[in-house]
């Protein structure tokens, strides 16, 4: 099984490459993992910020566990903007029959900051970016693979990352 792991920082292009990297691949599932917690269901539970992003990691890893028993699929492909440490977390999931493989999405700052596809952010969302790059989740060291995806369409950054795949599938 392969887990591979679509990182960048907010409006990189995550989801839009992710749904249209799935068409491609046999086998496969996708799962966003915003979707693991509603903003309502996060402030039914009285949850900070900080604890909506690990509710939802923890919901994150119960699926993959029960896809790696269930042998369901031969991929699982997710995105989420990871740090050092979820990346260390996310490494044991591997073993004789699975990799972990960490896929950055890194357009440049100014195209990132702006409204892309059907996306409109707001104030918010664009400080996030700003502080996503202070921190380094455009570039981290653990990736196994780095796009600027700043010139080039989601199409063409979903066939940079199946080329990458099937190196890895062979």
Same mark, same amino acid.
């Given at each position: *099984?392969?887990?591979?792991?679509?990182?960048?920082?907010?409006?990189?292009?995550?989801?839009? =490459?992710?749904?249209?990297?799935?068409?491609?691949? /046999?086998?496969?599932?996708?799962?966003?993992?915003?979707?693991?917690?509603?903003? /309502?269901?996060?402030?039914?539970?009285?949850?900070? *910020?900080? /604890?909506?992003?690990?509710?939802?990691?923890?919901?994150?890893?119960?699926?993959?566990?029960?896809?790696?028993?269930?042998?369901?699929?031969?991929?699982?492909?997710?995105?989420?903007?990871? =740090?050092?440490?979820?990346?260390?977390?996310?490494?044991?999931?591997? @073993?004789?029959?699975?990799?972990?493989?960490?896929?950055?999405?890194?357009?440049?700052?100014?195209?990132?900051?702006?409204?892309?596809?059907?996306?409109?952010?707001?104030?918010?969302?664009?400080?996030?970016?700003?502080?996503?790059?202070?921190?380094?989740?455009?570039?981290?060291?653990?990736? @196994?693979?780095?796009?600027?995806?700043?010139?080039?369409?989601?199409?063409?950054?979903?066939?940079?990352?199946?080329?990458?795949?099937?190196?890895?599938?062979?």
């Amino acid at each position: *099984m392969l887990i591979v792991n679509i990182n960048g920082p907010i409006n990189s292009g995550k989801t839009t =490459t992710s749904k249209l990297l799935i068409k491609e691949l /046999d086998n496969a599932l996708f799962i966003e993992v915003d979707d693991l917690l509603s903003d /309502d269901e996060q402030n039914k539970l009285g949850l900070s *910020m900080e /604890d909506g992003w690990s509710e939802r990691t923890k919901r994150l890893n119960s699926i993959v566990c029960r896809e790696k028993l269930n042998k369901n699929y031969g991929i699982i492909i997710f995105t989420y903007p990871i =740090t050092a440490n979820l990346y260390e977390e996310w490494k044991k999931w591997e @073993d004789e029959g699975t990799r972990f493989i960490n896929i950055t999405l890194s357009p440049r700052l100014d195209i990132c900051v702006q409204n892309r596809g059907n996306r409109i952010l707001d104030e918010w969302e664009v400080a996030r970016i700003k502080q996503m790059y202070l921190e380094n989740y455009h570039c981290p060291n653990f990736s @196994d693979l780095i796009i600027d995806n700043s010139e080039q369409t989601p199409e063409q950054t979903k066939n940079n990352i199946l080329s990458f795949l099937r190196s890895i599938i062979k």
